[in-house]
């Protein structure tokens, strides 16, 4: 069977973000706790995010089979040795992941470099896991890069520390704690001691 079909960003993550939407309206208007106000605003922030770094990674997605399929055998695709074809292609990887690093702390526990590091590149992995599954399954362009994994982890650290930064400036931090989710790392009142 021959097949050549590209699935675009839009009829997936369209429909994904109207059910985000929707629920995120349902909740504000509920008065649940952290979904009023400056709350909604940074988990729809944060989704849009998400969507957009899909739409990027994963998207679109073509899917091809038979005479159209992409001949070369998967594990071709696939650079495993770091660092060797590193270069200015890793600084959109690094842009790309700054977000999810500043994001961390305020939707999350997320308290430590260790941390940041750790969910920064569970992401990546995913991402990369995602694009070598298309590529098996649907014999699309998509190869998988470790230098991908890494450049997305160090800009989740990146973002991590400007944020870790920021708190611990006091006007920042006032503005930053003000959209962070309650039980949030960025959320949680400063505790000071008096000797």
């Known amino acids: 069977m021959n097949l050549n079909l590209t699935i675009e960003a839009t009829y997936v993550l369209g429909p994904a973000l109207v059910v985000f939407l929707s629920v995120a309206a349902v909740r504000h208007r509920r008065a649940r706790p952290g979904w009023a106000g400056r709350h909604v605003v940074l988990r729809t922030a944060?989704?849009?995010?998400?969507?957009?770094?899909?739409s990027i990674t994963v998207?679109?997605?073509?899917?091809?089979?038979?005479?159209?399929?992409?001949?070369?055998?998967?594990?071709?695709?696939?650079?495993?040795?770091?660092?060797?074809?590193?270069d200015v292609t890793a600084?959109?990887?690094?842009?790309?992941?700054?977000?999810l690093g500043t994001l961390l702390p305020l939707l999350t526990r997320v308290n430590s470099t260790a941390r940041a590091v750790g969910v920064s590149a569970l992401a990546s992995l995913c991402i990369e896991l995602t694009q070598l599954l298309s590529y098996v399954l649907f014999h699309n362009g998509r190869a998988v890069d470790v230098n991908d994994l890494l450049a997305n982890t160090l800009g989740g650290l990146f973002g991590y520390v400007l944020v870790r930064f920021a708190l611990g400036r006091p006007s920042a931090r006032e503005l930053l704690r003000a959209f962070a989710l309650p039980g949030s790392t960025a959320g949680r009142p400063v505790v000071t001691t008096v000797a």
């Open 46 to 54: 944060a989704c849009l995010y998400a969507a957009a770094v899909l």
């Open 59 to 86: 998207f679109p997605l073509e899917v091809t089979w038979g005479r159209y399929a992409n001949q070369m055998p998967w594990p071709n695709q696939v650079n495993y040795v770091p660092l060797v074809t590193a």
């Open 91 to 99: 600084v959109p990887n690094i842009l790309m992941f700054m977000p």
